[in-house]
């Protein structure tokens, strides 16, 4: 099944062992960085030009990290655990990709294999300015731009786009080449010195592919902008409107207060470094330890409540976005923003007062860049507590006595962004025991040209001659659940009527069944009968009701993949075909499209490892949640997208005893600090109001607030 | 269809015209509601001892409401509409049920009729406290307690239910009549004198049946206990544990520091007057009215949003709760919160500094007693801003600024207490031009009696000896809309997968369809093929892509009810079978159940109301939007109910011609004051941490923040 063709070298080993004991889970420093690279280096002659796309923490194989996380949670002596960092690089300027294992307990290299063929690695950023530049900088390029006699001093931008495999010419060198496809776009024409002009308001329909192998374009597509497939010749640019986000070409609203969030005490969470780039949590019960890469940004390990173990490990593992066009080159259009580029990389430096309110801490990572090099990554996580609301309340309506808690949430944020499109992820923790994982997509639609006054029932015209083509969004969280302990299992529940009968005479009787999976495999969520997975420890049982304790998992419903199941896009995104997979823990089996998505061929993936049927139930099992939106695009999305938000959530299921927010403090006036607005800043105005006679109807009290 | 049968009365008319001119929308008033009960009075004999149960604001027909709110948008002189009243009474101590409907605007009762048989009004606030005390000071059952054996002091609780039809003997004298089924309890025996104690951990097996016209016990009912519906005689209660949720019986979390939301500038939103008891309100582009009433407590009218009017009428209209156990009398327990009871009657009084967080504005509202007489409702809504995270964000990754505006929020929030359960109930209005309908399910589980050590398909034991059954909450939220207009239409849209064929080779291409309502009914969403529900001007079209301007409404998918088509449940509740109801407008279809709820038997509400087939394209329309859960109750639900939250959402599309919140003014620092915690807040404190053979592994850095 596997499409990696493993090619065995064996170079010799070199390096040193460092003295530096980290623990297992903390992600690469600096130094380990550094000496990573050196050793890779050292493998090849001394002039050789590696271009390094990964240099990040290989976990420990579980057999190792269960017993060391015990005996940390236990107090005792932890066994020795090896570093290992796991490589990606290119012998740049060549298809040569490997994937290296270093050792840097002993300063070895313990694999080194050259991948492929039809494996290709991530881009980096340096690669696509470089990119940027070619598509650009290229003498057909620039005489199919002149055709469209642009105004002088016009800026022409180029996008460089992961090209999505649709298995034609697969065996031609030219496709199973790592390539790019550029979207050309330029800046509004009449106000070319302002860099952050919206590009995406004016697209092109020229479209060069680059080889980054040669870093020379190989072919020059033209984009089809009518209700067909044919393209036409490139012919003078008509230049409409411009459509910016920017503040300063809009009329701002100028009746919007501040709104501050105050911590005097400060925050409820601690944090403190479990390694030197390793971070720990505590917050309300819970504990758990942050880690960051390249890949998926933010990683949690060994989370626990109450110090109760509920999962190894929690992290986005995968995500894809087709597109519905289906003519070349757009059919193409199928991003795996992580594997492809990486959510890690890929991180904002959050700025303080812009992307949360109250009392923040921001973590920062360290990554790599392409020559080897660390990379620091400011600020790639904001940590903050936020009100959502009530948390639970009643009212005693004999004695009119009220109890009532507000609804504390930990927020730990990373926000990525991959060219045009923003997602803001999040962990959110409560105080109920429920962990939530929270995506809103934002930023701007890709867009393309299309001729006016035309539409497509695959698009929408977002701005005139601008299309913004239907696509999906569908993610994958990974889930390696130990609630309780190691061996779990899922189970569905569903809700069905009881038939009538002389137990339920009048038919409004209805029960709730339990099955486990018992087989690694894709389940769909059903409403009709009420459908819910959820993780259980069936060794464990309540202590007052008998129930095995569980956790639900709560993920919004979404249309699964609409490409055919022939089509590469499917065969691609493996997880994108059913709301829940179950595997059986495997090292290694951390991202459900695969571990290399450019220009993947499926069989890599979720998908793949399912079809081992391996037993689930009661195993050391894996639970892939996926969930999206089918983004059919509003005018309204448009010049940027008011965010879209979706959330899953872990819930506790007769895993504890009673509502484990009972013991939050109650929510009171000493405590808010809540003010009356009609007290503290209003001014009450009686207006009388002439009726239709002259005579005065009403007074009105106007409240300036 | 209508089960109501009208019995015509001729009484004189009395009663003086009054000067007030009130606007048609303003909720009744004190004096309204005085005189209202007066003119009622006045029809009957001097010593005639009426029952109030609701005298409420009679809304104008449409016909002559539209008129009025275009002259007044215009600036022009109102049409004269006259103020009515709709008042809802019984000669007390009999089931004589009337409705009539009072000019107030020429001091005349217009209409006064007998409704019945089998039409039954609510319950009120003054007759659940004397049904509490008929039914535990009657002989019979006090001789049932004393079978219980219970502890010298222990306090019993009585909270009455309403008596939901089964169909069962409905033409016998005795089933036809209004009854209330009284479930008891018993506070913790060993501490009676806590009057917050929570008896819903305690329930027993004994249950009289109240006639509210007689104020008697009918009948004493034995709950069934064990696995099959057989009952037992009462006999010695065994006392287990409390299990209770008030603060002072908790060991309460000492960890949770302050959060407080301050507004220096007060407030962003302006509250007026638009009539004695209305209020308007004008936020962020956004205007609406506010009204308040017995059934459906907050109401909005007049939605516009930058001028641009909306909806007309915004209401929960509706909700019903049947429960699982199909066993007498438990078959009966599908409440209808808002009919049964009312939202309104129900509301809590919201506190300064416990409800919400910031600058809080509260409106009171009145409603009538069961004397007829005005009753204060202070603090029934709060209103005030939230901020919800990121409203949207791009970075461009070229120059590395970040453009982000904060996600503001308004929110009008309502409480409801029913017995043991609490809906909080919010409209939230965005900046986006998306308005939402929240609720939080909150509050303790109605419970009933189980044998120890015994488990049921159809409920969840969440304490020894105490059942809390799996039951449905099933929600209906009325909207009116009047996009750009008063004539509208429903239309879906569909996701397809594209045919594999030369346009589309690589089967990776699919398309949206728009499907019109063209007639009154019910209709479902379908995830599979991503439907989506529209509301559309078709007459409007969006002036850059030329799309009928439209609002979608995004609500989330639930289980439909699941007692049979056949039973009185699923009659009763007749908007529980779809996720859209599409009906024509007809004045006074407002409860999607029906007028009279209580006992109620079907053929009165949404369902049959579609049933008359009419042209709903194009047409003056209503939406009703179905949402819900089914609660399948987890022991983390008690003793008290961690929210469960739902949303509706109402979002434009195509009807603006950008983003609405592009003029958001950015999020930046000198306005949000955020604080970096690590620096304000935090102490950093080395910790060498020793490894494995006694060296200095990792020096930690705890924060204590």
Redesign the interface.
């Known amino acids: 099944m596997a499409s990696l063709e493993q090619i065995s070298t064996s170079l010799p080993l070199v390096g040193a062992k460092k003295g530096?004991?980290?623990?297992p889970l903390g992600p690469l420093t600096a130094s380990e960085i550094t000496e990573s690279a050196r050793l890779i280096r050292a493998l090849w002659p001394a002039n050789t030009n590696i271009q390094f796309k990964v240099i990040t923490l290989q976990e420990p194989n579980k057999a190792d990290l269960v017993p060391f996380l015990a005996a940390e949670h236990n107090g005792q002596?932890?066994?020795?655990i090896e570093r290992r960092s796991f490589v990606v690089y290119y012998l740049r300027n060549t298809d040569k990709l490997h994937e290296a294992i270093v050792n840097l307990s002993n300063g070895k290299v313990e694999t080194n294999v050259r991948l492929g063929p039809n494996v290709h690695s991530n881009i980096d950023g340096e690669e696509i300015l470089t990119i940027e530049k070619i598509a650009l900088a290229d003498e057909g390029v620039k005489a199919e731009i002149a055709k469209l006699q642009l105004p002088e001093g016009a800026v022409v931008?180029s996008d460089p786009w992961i090209y999505g495999s649709?298995?034609?010419n697969d065996d031609l060198f030219t496709d199973a080449k790592r390539l790019f496809q550029c979207f050309l776009y330029v800046r509004d024409p009449n106000n070319p010195s302002e860099?952050?002009s919206n590009h995406y308001a004016m697209p092109l329909s020229i479209s060069p592919v680059v080889d980054p192998a040669t870093m020379k374009v190989t072919r020059i597509d033209f984009l089809p902008t009518g209700v067909?497939?044919s393209i036409k010749e490139p012919s003078p640019y008509k230049v409409q409107q411009p459509?910016e986000?920017?503040?300063e070409a809009?009329?701002?609203?100028k009746?919007?207060?501040?709104?501050?969030?105050?911590?005097?005490?400060?925050?409820?969470?601690?944090?403190?470094?479990?390694?030197?780039q390793g971070h720990e949590i505590a917050w309300?019960?819970w504990t758990f330890k942050v880690g960051f890469n390249q890949r998926e940004g933010m990683v949690l390990y060994d989370v626990h409540y109450a110090g109760r173990p509920l999962f190894y490990r929690l992290s986005l593992s995968d995500m894809n976005i087709?597109?519905?066009?289906?003519?070349h080159p757009f059919?193409k259009k199928?991003a795996f923003d992580l594997g492809d580029a990486g959510a890690g990389i890929m991180a904002?430096n959050l700025?303080?007062?812009?992307?949360?309110?109250?009392?923040?801490?921001?973590l920062s990572a360290i990554l790599n860049d392409d020559k080897g090099e660390p990379l620091n990554m400011p600020n790639v996580v904001c940590?903050?507590?936020?009100?959502n609301?009530?948390?639970?309340?009643?009212?005693?309506?004999?004695?009119g006595?009220?109890?009532?808690v507000?609804?504390?949430e930990l927020v730990l944020q990373s926000?990525i962004?991959v060219?045009?499109y923003?997602y803001?992820l999040a962990f959110i923790f409560?105080?109920?025991?429920?962990v939530m994982y929270e995506v809103?997509a934002?930023?701007?639609l890709s867009t393309q040209p299309i001729d006016e006054g035309i539409?497509v029932?695959?698009g929408?015209?977002?701005?005139?001659g601008v299309l913004a083509v239907?696509h999906q969004h569908i993610f994958s969280l990974r889930v390696d659940p130990m609630l309780d302990g190691s061996l779990n299992r899922v189970v569905y529940?569903e809700?069905?009527?009881?038939p009538?009968d002389d137990?339920?005479?009048?038919?409004?009787?209805?029960?709730?069944?339990e099955t486990p999976v018992t087989t690694s495999g894709g389940y769909d969520l059903d409403?009709?009968?009420?459908r819910?997975f959820k993780i259980q420890n069936s060794a464990v049982t309540?202590p007052?009701?008998?129930?095995p304790v569980a956790y639900k998992i709560m993920a919004?419903?979404?249309?699964?993949m609409?490409?055919?199941k022939?089509?590469?896009?499917?065969k691609r995104a493996e997880f994108a075909d059913h709301n829940i997979y179950v595997t059986s823990y495997q090292d290694g089996e951390l991202y459900a499209g695969g571990k290399y998505t450019n220009q993947s061929r499926g069989g890599t993936g979720v998908r793949s490892w399912a079809d081992r049927k391996d037993n689930v139930k009661d195993e050391d099992i894996v639970v892939w949640v996926q969930f999206g939106i089918?983004h059919?695009p509003?005018?309204?999305?448009?010049?940027?997208?008011?965010?879209e938000i979706i959330k899953v959530s872990l819930?506790?299921?007769?895993?504890?005893?009673?509502?484990?927010?009972?013991?939050?403090?109650?929510?009171?006036?000493?405590?808010?600090?809540?003010?009356?607005?009609?007290v503290?800043?209003?001014q009450e105005v009686g207006e009388a109001v002439i009726?239709?006679s002259g005579?005065v109807?009403?007074v009105?009290?106007?409240?300036?607030?």
């Not at 006595?401 to 009532?404: P, T």
């Not at 007052?544 to 129930?547: A, P, Q």
């Open positions: 530096i004991q980290q623990h002596p932890t066994p020795i931008i649709d298995g034609i860099a952050d067909d497939a459509n986000y920017i503040p809009q009329d701002l609203r009746d919007l207060k501040p709104l501050n969030v105050t911590q005097p005490e400060g925050t409820s969470f601690q944090v403190s470094n479990f390694s030197e309300q019960k087709p597109y519905a066009d289906p003519r059919h199928a904002n700025e303080l007062g812009c992307d949360c309110l109250g009392s923040i801490h921001y940590i903050h507590e936020q009100d609301g009530i948390g639970w309340k009643h009212t005693n309506y004999r004695t006595r009220a109890a009532i507000r609804n504390r926000i962004t060219a045009n923003e803001i409560s105080q109920a025991g429920e809103r934002t930023g701007i539409s029932p695959w929408t015209v977002v701005h005139p239907h529940e809700a069905h009527p009881m009538r137990f339920n005479p009048h038919g409004v009787g209805y029960t709730v069944s409403y009709d009968v009420n819910t309540n007052v009701n008998g129930k919004p419903p979404f249309q699964k609409l490409a055919d022939d089509s590469f896009h499917f089918n059919v509003r005018i309204e999305d448009f010049p940027v997208m008011p965010c819930k506790p299921v007769n895993f504890f005893e009673k509502n484990p927010a009972l013991d939050v403090p109650p929510s009171v006036q000493t405590f808010n600090k809540s003010v009356l607005a009609s503290s800043h209003q009726g239709k005579e109807c009403c009105k009290e106007s409240r300036k607030l």
